[in-house]
């Protein structure tokens, strides 16, 4: 299938990431390259086949409701790039 | 390891030796203070006579992929640059509790995404043996430090061959185990249902009691493995295959090639049997891999987002979105956006069935495969590696530095485990490895083999 | 409002009911309300990286319980989703919860409005966890993100388009509601959010099988605010058609102080959430033995309840008041296993006791007269030693402020016990009628009213210890 500036800015939109102008031919370019490296699968015959969804054998694994494992506020909030002594903080969200 | 030297100065040596090799640029952090601290206690329990940890006075190296609480880790990211981790992985926490030293922090391809340790945004890592090529990636860092003498272990990551493709350049041994091996609690997600930490060291043995210590159950991580792992029973001789056009690959060096079909030969002259099995989904592993691999990276990844921790772009003018994409495209590699761009596109609305679907397909197919394989072998023998080392800088097209894993994906995607054991070296003196796989479990089993291989190829018969 | 009965409203629900779980879904962390802002927080709840999530086991039998109250069909084989979408108050940049597999399908709930009493259908009930908070107003130049509430265990209840007035829009939710609390999954408290409302509302012309252009609606934080939102909606879409206007697919917010919607997003902006198996996660494979014990433990419903008590002769009204909740049920149940006199028991329950427990802001559970307690003070009135009336306000007062004393002990204590003595009764009639010579003879002239003026003399006359119904007997036999 064919790569157009259409499809990246979607995929960009839904990932959060931006290209400057002289950078979106080379991401082009290699999304085209992976994209057809990747419809090889076509090739195979996959009718009937179950997808696999796991990796692990394992079914049922829960725990205890136990009140546990927490960290403090202020450990919570060690690395946090804009914050205050109770928040984190970002960009006003605009609502009506 | 050696019952004269004290845990100090274990440590002072390695420490000397990390300096030595900076220019090889395997570290991230070495701890110095805090390593020769920790050994002056561990010396003085021994001499009180404490019982010795399973790994007392063992120098360690973690990737920097491996939490470790109230230090630093990265994944060799701008994104996670200056971000200090409030907890450590179960893999740290057991490697510590059994008296190892945790010496310092190593560096890696960006979000282990690479074979070649040259996608760090702390600049790449130099192979000890030739330091003009690369080391293997992404655990490159962890497999120099162990070439190079500057720790006795690394513990690395392995989603589709990061610790057995470097420990095959760098001519040490790195092993993956089973998925669901080792707790995944901690160590920084890249692919969720193929990454598992692996070992890296100098001989199987050493292998061998780490994974003995860190792996098992957790009631962190869901997806651990419940039971232990099986205890092999010993034969006379084993059955080993390989696959048929494996060996005959296009893209597989020559002499790799030879080397191996020439180690066959004395493993059937020992008595074991060494038999081709047709393998047709060989080609179609690596397409499999990355669309997988890349859809679960692409949402493992949303996380950096600025907001609770790690890099965040300052231009007060940014709203929310502005926010996001500036940080993101600012804080990762281009390796990184790249595989976050394609798995953002296999999960996409009306891609979904196309290209996720059909992997997890394929997927079924080659675990149906594998489990067919190991109802007639004991194990598997292939190439780590199609080539040894290449030189820094020259390989470029993503694809073609896909399809360099095509012998190790594989054992990620059907969830064995697998060894690159450092069995040959070029006539240029570039190492490569002899790459052994078992049935999911049955790691010990493979040790085990591992042991009977090296000591048949090093018996000089 | 509906020109000419033209137009049918089509309305489904999806209701979110926190889980009243000690911990987090998928981490150890409190799941409680109203803590200090990121104060109920770990690593994994930060998405800090490496973390991963661990299944809360009480949670997922809640789910289940919710599942067998509503008469779902219980999925054996289940698992978690990621849903991919970026928001501030969403650590990890995606939400767990479950896509194509959840863990309750189909299911029905019943409603009754002033009309007819019917079935909503259910199509599924689902796992998932909760966002944190969002908090626009506490900075002036940015955001504030609360994580307190991210991970805290949700059920998703969502019907089928099946209801079609706003009345039965709020009948549902109150039955919900009362099933969630019932049951003990969920406090139900919309105030502080631990049960959320969005509607999904359309219309089309009466006898048409398609479905219109439906618009979301959210932010209906009340009971009442879910109907008044929803005859809102209907009106705006009707009016919007009749005018030949398109309706939009959108989403509305509802604005509690005008009781109007407006829009939020159009449909154009939805996000591509990319769900995919959670490979974090174990998928769940349930068994018979398991959901079994989860139905054993289940307490009995209020709709069984009901039926019984209609069965034991309670008027509808009676058995309706006495399934109100959980703890008024299990009261009534344990005070009809001493007496017999249910209807009594309803009186007492809906009257006096009813005003105690609002008036001390309690459930019934806490009421510090015990059922048996009750039973005695239906007794000694059946068995004529008090009235209703001197029970209920002199007897009940003290038993509230002793309640170790019974009843009849109090009556005897305060001299209080009725005289039903022929004799006695006798003399106060013949005193009283003697007192007013000149009533006896309106009385026979036909004003029977007058008998309540003689029992209210005879009462007084008695200091309340006579027999009112004796008396009444007595004086009716003399004044032939």
Redesign the interface.
């Known amino acids: 299938m064919q790569v157009n500036d259409e499809l990246v800015d979607q995929l960009s939109t839904l990932a959060r990431l931006t290209f400057k102008p002289e950078e979106k031919e080379g991401i082009k370019t290699d999304l085209q390259k992976m994209i057809s490296f990747i419809e090889k699968l076509n090739e195979l015959d996959t009718t009937g086949v179950e997808p696999l969804l796991f990796m692990s054998d394992e079914v049922n694994v829960l725990r205890e409701d136990e009140v546990k494992g927490s960290i403090t506020r202020e450990e919570g909030l060690l690395n946090a790039p804009l914050r205050d002594d109770k928040f984190f903080k970002v960009p006003k969200v605009i609502r009506k | 390891m050696n019952g004269q030297t004290t845990c100090v100065e274990a440590v002072r040596h390695y420490l000397d030796k990390i300096s030595a090799s900076s220019h090889l640029n395997a570290w991230l952090e070495v701890y110095e203070v805090e390593a020769l601290e920790t050994a002056a206690l561990l010396d003085k329990q021994r001499h009180s006579g404490s019982p010795l940890g399973r790994l007392h006075g063992v120098i360690v190296g973690i990737k920097d992929v491996i939490c470790h609480k109230d230090h630093k880790v990265s994944a060799a990211s701008r994104v996670l640059e200056n971000f200090t981790s409030v907890y450590s992985a179960t893999a740290t926490d057991r490697l510590l509790a059994d008296e190892a030293i945790i010496i310092g922090r190593q560096n890696c391809d960006e979000f282990a995404m690479g074979s070649s340790n040259e996608n760090s945004a702390y600049g790449p890592v130099r192979n000890a043996i030739d330091e003009e090529r690369v080391p293997g990636g992404s655990s490159g860092g962890s497999a120099v430090a162990v070439q190079a003498g500057m720790c006795m272990v690394s513990l690395g990551s392995d989603t589709g061959g990061s610790v057995r493709q470097p420990a095959d350049f760098c001519g040490i041994v790195g092993m993956k185990p089973s998925y669901g091996s080792i707790s995944r609690y901690g160590l920084i997600a890249y692919a969720s249902s193929f990454d598992q930490i692996g070992i890296l060291a100098k001989n199987v043995d050493d292998v061998k009691l780490v994974l003995d210590v860190i792996a098992g159950a957790d009631e962190f991580d869901s997806t651990v493995k419940q039971k232990p792992s099986h205890i092999p029973a010993l034969k006379k001789s084993y059955r080993f295959c390989y696959f048929q056009n494996a060996l005959e690959h296009s893209s597989l060096d020559p002499t790799i090639s030879e080397e191996i079909k020439g180690f066959i030969k004395k493993l059937t002259g020992e008595g074991h049997t060494v038999e081709p099995v047709a393998f047709d989904l060989l080609d179609y592993i690596v397409p499999t891999y990355y669309v997988l691999t890349t859809a679960e990276a692409s949402s493992n990844l949303s996380r950096y987002d600025g907001v609770k921790y790690g890099y965040r772009n300052s231009n007060k003018e940014n709203n929310l979105n502005e926010l996001y994409q500036q940080t993101r495209s600012e804080g990762f590699g281009p390796e990184v956006k790249r595989r976050i761009l394609l798995g953002t596109f296999v999960l996409s609305a009306g891609y979904f069935d196309a290209y996720f679907t059909k992997a997890q397909k394929v997927r079924r197919l080659l675990v149906d495969k594998t489990l067919k394989i190991f109802e007639e072998y004991d194990a598997i023998i292939l190439p780590t590696v199609p080539t040894p080392a290449y030189k820094i800088g020259e390989k470029k097209d993503p694809v073609e530095i896909f399809l360099a894993d095509i012998y190790t994906v594989y054992a990620n995607l059907v969830g064995i485990p697998a060894i690159s054991l450092p069995l040959f070296k070029n006539d240029k003196g570039l190492p490569f490895g002899l790459q052994l796989m078992s049935s999911q479990n049955n790691e010990l089993h493979l040790l085990s083999l591992s042991k009977l291989l090296i000591n048949l190829r090093f018996s000089g018969k | 409002m509906d020109v000419n009965g033209k137009y049918e409203a089509v309305i489904g629900l999806e209701v979110h009911a926190q889980l009243q ?3 987090k879904l998928f ?4 799941a409680s309300f109203g803590a ?9 709840t ?15 039998e809640y789910a289940i319980m919710m599942g067998l109250a509503c008469n779902c069909e219980i999925e054996r084989y289940n ?1 978690f989703a ?1 849903k ?1 979408y ?1 928001y ?1 108050d969403l ?4 939400q767990v919860s479950q896509h194509t597999t959840p863990i309750c399908k189909g299911g029905y709930v019943s409603i009754k409005t002033k009309d007819a009493e019917r079935n909503v259908q259910l199509n599924r009930i689902h796992l998932e966890e909760d966002a944190g908070k ?3 107003d ?2 002036d ?7 307190n509430r991210a991970g805290v265990p949700l059920i998703e209840i969502v019907t089928e388009p099946d209801m079609h007035s706003a009345e039965e829009a709020f009948q549902y939710v109150t039955e919900i509601r009362k099933l969630v609390r019932w049951i003990g999954v969920c406090d139900g408290n919309m105030e502080e959010g631990s049960l959320r409302c969005d509607a999904n509302v359309s219309i089309r012309l009466k006898g048409e099988t398609t479905l219109g252009t439906k618009v979301e609606v959210k932010n209906l934080n009340s009971i009442r605010n879910v109907k008044k939102a929803i005859e809102y909606e209907i009106d705006r879409m009707i009016g919007m058609v009749e005018k030949g206007e398109t309706i939009i697919q959108q989403t509305r ?1 509802f604005d509690a102080d005008n009781d109007t919607t ?1 829009a ?1 997003r159009d449909k154009e902006e939805a ?2 959430y ?1 769900y ?2 959670e ?8 068994t018979e033995e398991f959901i079994a014990g989860i139905q054993a433990r289940l307490p009995a419903l209020p709709q069984v309840l009901f039926a019984k008590y209609k069965l034991l002769g309670l008027s509808e009204y009676d058995a309706h008041q006495m399934c109100d909740d959980k703890a008024t049920a299990a009261y009534f149940e344990q005070a009809i296993a001493y007496s017999k006199n249910y209807k009594a028991i309803v009186n007492w329950m809906t009257g006096p006791l009813r005003q105690v427990v609002n008036e001390q802001n309690i459930s019934f559970n806490e009421l510090s007269i015990t059922p048996k307690t009750l039973a005695d003070l239906v007794t000694i009135v059946e068995e004529g030693k008090v009235n209703f009336s001197v029970a209920s306000l002199k007897v009940l007062p003290v038993l509230l402020s002793n309640p170790v004393k019974g009843p009849l002990q109090v009556a005897e204590e305060l001299n209080l016990i009725q005289v039903s003595g022929s004799a006695d009764i006798e003399n106060w009639v013949n005193e009283v009628l003697a007192k007013m010579p000149d009533k006896v003879v309106e009385y026979k002239k036909g004003k029977k009213g007058l008998i309540g003026l003689f029992v209210g003399e005879i009462k007084k006359v008695s200091k309340g210890k006579a027999d009112p119904k004796k008396a009444t007997q007595l004086l009716e036999e003399k004044l032939r």
């Open positions: 779980t000690q911990s981490s150890g962390d409190s200090e802002p990121n104060t109920h927080i770990s690593p994994i930060l998405a800090h990286p490496g973390t991963l999530p661990k299944t809360n086991k009480k949670a997922v698992y990621r991919n970026f501030p650590p990890k940049g995606y969002s908090i626009h506490a900075d130049n940015y955001t504030c993100i609360d994580l917010s407006f939020i996000n591509d990319r995919f198996p490979p974090d996660l174990t998928p769940f494979l349930l």
